[in-house]
């Protein structure tokens, strides 16, 4: 019979007992034994003076070595490749996502297409113009008029305009001016990299030479004395196997990073000994002023990493005033937990800091990538290993990418980051995630080897190579704008086709390819990229080709300008036309262009004062539109006073005012009003939040703040965004009980994560009906508790107000009863609740796109045949407005969470694992009001519960709550 038991005895909760649970109880420290802190903090640097070769060489001269050496056999060159230890081949469970989910996650595209190639010409290739060597590892930098070219084996120069080579060498004869015989600085040059120094206007290239074949190791470094390299280079070789400067070792410099900020020159080599184990990172911090010095000593910082677990750091190149410099690597130490990371360095007043770990998405740990295959051939293509490849800071933030695979280990593909270094954190539970991350990856082809490049408008590019057994080898590439979606890039394109199937092992068992390539930012705009990359262009040939494109964004920059104070006036641009809206006004410019703005005060008020502007001059300020940029004027009146409105929180809302309009910009508004006016300010929250308070006021209430403007005057609004579970429509979410055996129901009334109250609702004795999710589904704004009845398969409702219950509705039921409820939310964002649904036998997914009570539509869901995997949870964990599913393995106390575009799965992602599988996860809102779901735990044995307050996808702290020893009650929402 379908009723509820409204009339047994309310039951409250009587006692609770404050317990002592820790956050090492519930998090990924009690389940992996890593510990906390690890790497040494503050580690200053050892300031070197040390004797070391100088040369200042024209291309000319460099020329002349290559004509006047005696015509030799070619050469045949295997750089090797060194890893810092093998990994087990097996990859481990804890690094794997099910492969249902799995499967799931395609390579997120913003369904934009890539740009088109504006230039695009041959480079470099094996036979033809480089020493054969394999690989060639890729790599260039584009200057103003030319591009550079360095691969293992030759330079070259090129116009970027017309795709004219107009220098091409040997590295040997690059370096040769150093001493090219044997034992000296250029005798065995290897592993490349060139960048051009935006600060300085030039190239700076370097390469390491000699290797575990000698006792020395040299690193090479050259600077051109203009941004034509074409001219004159100034050449150092320092002596990489002499620690702190004197101490002979015999050990190696290998795999060079290179970055760079506005005074130094950054370099990271891994340092092997003459056997090929690796034995610690020396990094180099060089002060440009010595690299444009002919001294014949030259005056570095030498930092020397010994813990074993840092391997390839990858300095950034910086770009703009006042950016830090980064170094970025695998976390070894932390690459077999459940959960994978980066670590951070800094350098900071010759100080080396371990800034600490990054959470990012997980990938397989494998001592080798797998081999891609190709067209036309069995034998396949070496992509190497995990190892960061390349890094950028702008803006503060921090880029970088690196080859991975699919969860199976069975396919590469391409893994990118966007980080603020601010989140890295020593201690793992605290690790911060990136800002975005994604992949680029394809149903067929591998991508291997990318690099990656920002320019000035926030917009990402990735170079990268790519094959199939359908595809030859060639290069690709894609980018994405400031304002895709985040964690996207746009489709991939090709860069160049391969012609052949491509193997080449000379004397190893590798065919190999890469190791790196290069991407990077025309600095003649600072928004044109430019990528190099690999490609077989024979059967036994690599070749290099060049591609330059520009994102859409990079075609108009957008100017904003806002007029604020007392006063009143007029901004007119010398060219174009401004757009305004209230206060603030837009237009649009094309890159490069220079705009004057003229301020003109109306009667009564005076222009005060400009800011944002490139220059200023009395009343006009003068802006170029390398990037989007906002000016900001200030006019004044003394008989006028400013009432400033600001809106903050998580939600949204209006604000209106008794005098005046609020002229808003984003969420601050202004209005100018005679001095002494009294002002009643009106806030009136949007759906999905509330309002929750004013500050600043001279008299407030509910929903009403009143000011006398004696003065400029400021005043906050809060609106918060509602949250799951809030049964008193305070901002704050509750806790709701059932008692399993009475039937009892009751809430815990929250103040963020504190109980101080409890309220009860009707007992419904009947315990076959299950309390399975909370949502608002009657558009009153207080959630009603959904209920399924376990034998017959009915669904209903009771609609509460005010943590009370008023009515209750039936919804169509299900009488197939494997289907289980196991979250709520508005997946298809149109304002009302959805409910998702598992099979308990079969696995499959579905969810009910419900209008109301009613059912709209019904879709599936990709199914997950492994039932250990409970989904326990929804909420919009990465903050992109759609509602995420979260997963707990009951066997395995693996966590992960569906990232949803919608109610499409985008991709998925492990949150720390809590092995102990009697704690359950009960409970998913947002506590602290932060704008993430927090995850409430309870231990089914002993009945202790927590909170993890989380930041996205990783927990930043755990807050006991009260223990319930009568395990009979159980938190059934909100979820």
């Given at each position: ?553 990079s075609a108009q920059q957008t100017l904003t300008v806002t007029m604020s104070g007392s006063g009143s006036g007029t901004v007119t641009p010398s060219t174009g036309s401004i757009s305004w ?395």
């Amino acid at each position: 019979m379908k009723t509820f038991n409204k009339y047994a005895a309310v039951v409250v909760l009587s006692a609770v007992i404050m317990c002592g649970v820790s956050y090492a109880e519930v998090s990924k420290e009690s389940v992996t034994g890593v510990p906390g802190t690890y790497g040494v903090q503050g580690t200053p640097g050892n300031v070197i003076t040390q004797q070391a070769p100088v040369s200042v060489v024209t291309t000319e001269e460099m020329k002349k070595h290559d004509a006047l050496q005696p015509v030799k056999p070619p050469k045949k060159r295997i750089i090797p490749l060194k890893r810092r230890h093998n990994h087990s081949t097996a990859v481990p469970d804890v690094n794997q996502l099910p492969p249902e989910l799995q499967s799931v996650v395609p390579g997120a595209s913003s369904g934009q297409q890539a740009p088109s190639l504006l230039t695009s010409f041959t480079g470099l290739d094996l036979n033809g113009n480089a020493s054969h060597a394999i690989p060639p590892d890729t790599m260039g930098a584009a200057g103003p008029v030319y591009l550079m070219t360095i691969v293992n084996g030759a330079v070259a120069y090129y116009n970027k305009s017309t795709g004219a080579r107009t220098a091409h060498i040997t590295d040997g004869a690059f370096w040769a001016s150093l001493g090219s015989g044997s034992g000296e600085p250029a005798d065995g040059v290897f592993d490349p990299k060139v960048i051009y120094d935006q600060y300085l206007g030039r190239f700076i290239a370097v390469e390491l030479a000699l290797g575990n074949s000698s006792t020395k190791s040299y690193i090479l470094v050259g600077i051109s004395s203009t941004s034509d390299p074409n001219g004159t280079w100034t050449l150092h070789a320092i002596r990489a196997d002499l620690d702190n400067g004197s101490t002979q070792t015999t050990n190696w410099a290998d795999y060079p990073g290179v970055g760079m900020d506005e005074n130094n020159l950054y370099i990271s080599v891994n340092m092997f000994n003459t056997s090929g184990s690796f034995q610690y990172v020396k990094s180099y911090a060089i002060p440009k002023t010595q690299l444009t010095s002919t001294a014949s000593t030259i005056t570095y910082s030498e930092f020397i990493n010994n813990n074993a677990y840092d391997f390839t750091l990858q300095p950034c190149a910086a770009f703009g005033s006042g950016q830090s410099v980064y170094f970025v690597s695998e976390d070894y130490l932390n690459s077999t937990s459940s959960a994978s990371y980066l670590k951070l360095f800094t350098i900071t007043n010759n100080t080396w800091t371990t800034l600490g770990s990054i959470h990012v998405q997980t990938y397989p740990v494998v001592s080798s990538l797998p081999s891609a295959p190709q067209l036309g051939s069995s034998e396949k293509i070496s992509t190497n290993d995990t190892r960061v490849l390349n890094s950028v800071c702008r803006g503060g933030y921090l880029w970088a990418t690196q080859s991975v695979t699919n969860s199976a280990a069975t396919k590469t593909e391409v893994a990118w980051y966007q980080i603020n270094p601010a989140s890295a954190s020593t201690t793992l539970a605290s690790a911060g995630t990136p800002v975005q991350q994604g992949r680029v990856s394809d149903p067929n082809l591998f991508y291997y080897f990318p690099s990656i490049a920002v320019n000035s408008a926030g917009d990402a590019a990735l170079g990268f190579s790519g094959s199939s057994s359908s595809t030859y080898a060639g290069g690709y590439y894609t980018a994405r704008l400031s304002t895709d979606a985040a964690g996207t890039m746009q489709s991939v394109a090709q860069l160049v086709a391969g012609a052949a199937p491509y193997y080449l092992t000379y004397s190893g068992t590798e065919n190999r390819w890469g190791d790196y390539s290069a991407t990077t930012v025309d600095p003649s705009d600072d928004l044109t990229f430019w990528t190099i990359q690999e490609y077989a262009k024979g059967s036994t040939n690599w070749g290099t080709w060049w591609g330059s494109f520009k994102t859409s964004s990079s075609a108009q920059q957008t100017l904003t300008v806002t007029m604020s104070g007392s006063g009143s006036g007029t901004v007119t641009p010398s060219t174009g036309s401004i757009s305004w809206t209230g206060n603030t006004g837009t237009a649009s410019y094309g890159a490069g262009t220079q705009v004057v703005l003229t301020a003109a005060a109306a009667s009564g008020s005076t222009v005060t004062s400009w800011s944002g502007c490139d220059t200023t001059s009395g009343s006009t300020c003068t802006v170029t539109m390398s990037t989007a940029k906002t000016v900001s004027v200030v006019f004044t009146n003394p008989s006028n006073a400013v009432l400033t409105v600001v809106k903050q929180g998580t939600g949204s809302g209006t604000v209106t005012s008794s005098t005046g309009t609020l002229s808003w910009s984003g969420k601050t508004g202004t209005v100018t009003i005679g001095k002494d006016t009294q002002v009643t300010l009106t806030s009136a929250a949007a759906s999905g939040s509330v309002f929750t308070s004013w500050s600043g006021c001279d008299n407030a209430t509910s929903t009403t703040c009143t000011v006398a403007m004696t003065a400029d005057r400021s005043v906050t609004a809060v609106f918060t965004k509602k949250v799951s579970g809030d049964f008193l429509l305070n901002g704050n979410a509750d806790i709701l009980w059932r008692n399993s055996y009475s039937g009892a129901n009751v809430i815990w009334t929250m103040t963020t994560t504190t109980p101080p109250g409890t309220l009860s609702l009707p007992s419904n004795t009947d315990t076959n009906w299950e309390i399975v999710g909370t949502a608002d589904f009657t558009s009153n704004g207080y959630p009603a508790i959904l209920w399924r009845h376990k034998l017959y398969g009915y669904n209903a409702i009771w609609v509460t107000s005010i943590g009370s219950v008023t009515s209750a509705q039936f919804l169509p039921g299900v009488s197939d009863t494997t289907w289980k409820i196991v979250g709520t939310g508005d997946f298809d964002n149109d304002s009302y609740a959805d409910i998702l649904w598992r099979n308990s036998t079969t696995g499959n997914v579905a969810l009910w796109l419900m209008t109301g009570t009613s059912v709209k539509s019904a879709m599936m869901l990709p199914t997950v045949s492994d039932t250990n995997w409970d989904i326990v949870g929804t909420g919009d964990f990465d903050g992109d407005s759609s509602i995420d599913v979260l997963w707990r393995n009951k066997s395995t106390g693996y966590n992960v969470v569906w990232l949803m575009s919608g109610t499409t799965p985008a991709s998925a992602q492990y949150i720390a694992a809590v092995s102990d599988t009697a704690w359950k996860i009960t409970a998913v809102s947002d506590f602290n009001a932060d704008g993430y779901p927090d995850i409430v735990w309870s231990n089914s044995v002993v009945g202790a519960n927590a909170i993890w307050l989380m930041n996205g996808l990783s927990a930043a702290s755990a807050v006991s709550l009260p223990t319930v020893s009568d395990t009979t009650w159980k938190i059934v929402g909100p979820k």
